[in-house]
């Protein structure tokens, strides 16, 4: 089922982070505008919003985020030069990155947290359920997590989150959700939810990843949720509103994801990706596979 068919048709992105996990490379450069092997982080998501049927896509971006806009641009002059020399392969590239939808940016200006980027995207959404990625998240084409999110929405209406059952000694890391369990497997209704708990204090270990389809009753929910954890609004403060009183936007259900994940927010994480996802390439994997043995066999 594409997303299309459930009503959602509209991604949110929030890209507004200052990246200080990544310094000094992100101080001009956003940390979204990092490769991972020879696309931008950023394209993956959006890429993975297309591939689910959303074509209409609004950035929450900040300062020092111009480097965004220009890489979902045109940039005719260089791909009259790739077609001059008649380097087809790459031009299909660029041109691939230049037009993937329907693209839109907004500022968040002073960055309040996840919660209050999600509530700059309230002009532009209006009265529609959308979809919210966290750059963070690269989730493999092969899983279609976001086709199965949507399914469940047009099950059970309300919000629906994407959850992933972690080592107990790493739920700190994450917001953390109480769960039940429904009549499929993979789908559970979410009690309460719970932003990074100290250890030992966790409700499970279902953690919430970046990717939500939120009933537009969010935003009045966000409207009113005083700043929490680390000074920040949290939306997962307002989805626990959603969760303890379905009557404001409906029930919030979670998606327990067992696919492939990767994660580059995190350094050592963020490099772990690129050589799995260089692994795996074609035309760079075979090649990559064998230095790593030899590197591995020298460093042993």
């Not at 940039?75 to 009259?80: A, V």
């Not at 693209?103 to 359920?129: F, I, N, S, T």
């Not at 209406?157 to 959850?163: D, E, I, K, N, T």
Request: net charge negative.
């Amino acid at each position: 089922m594409n997303t299309a068919h459930s009503g959602l048709v509209k991604a949110v992105i929030p890209a507004a982070g200052l990246g200080t996990r990544f310094l000094p490379a992100t101080k001009a450069t956003p940390k979204e505008m990092l490769p991972v092997v020879d696309k931008p982080a950023i394209q993956y998501v959006v890429e993975e919003a297309l591939a689910a049927g959303l074509t209409d896509v609004l950035m929450i971006t900040g300062r020092n985020k111009y480097a965004l806009e220009e890489h979902f641009d045109r940039n005719c002059e260089l791909e009259d030069t790739l077609r001059r020399k008649g380097d087809y392969e790459r031009l299909s590239r660029i041109e691939q990155s230049a037009d993937p939808a329907t693209l839109h940016y907004v500022r968040q200006g002073d960055p309040r947290g996840l919660g209050h980027a999600v509530l700059c995207a309230q002009p532009h959404v209006g009265d529609e359920p959308f979809v919210v990625l966290l750059g963070d998240d690269l989730i493999d084409p092969r899983d279609p997590l976001l086709t199965r999110m949507a399914e469940v929405r047009q099950e059970f209406g309300g919000s629906v989150v994407a959850l992933m059952e972690v080592d107990p000694d790493q739920v700190h890391l994450y917001g953390c959700a109480s769960v039940r369990p429904t009549a499929d497997e993979d789908v559970v209704r979410i009690t309460d939810l719970v932003e990074k708990p100290a250890p030992g204090e966790a409700p499970s270990n279902h953690v919430v990843i970046g990717r939500y389809v939120l009933d537009p009753a969010v935003f009045e929910v966000l409207r009113t949720t005083e700043p929490g954890r680390g000074g920040e609004i949290q939306l997962t403060d307002a989805l626990r509103r959603l969760a303890e009183d379905e009557t404001i936007g409906g029930p919030v259900h979670g998606v327990v994801f067992k696919g492939r994940r990767y994660d580059t927010g995190d350094r050592g994480d963020y490099l772990r990706t690129i050589v799995r996802l260089a692994c795996e390439r074609e035309d760079l994997g075979p090649d990559f596979r064998a230095w790593l043995r030899q590197l591995v066999a020298e460093g042993s």
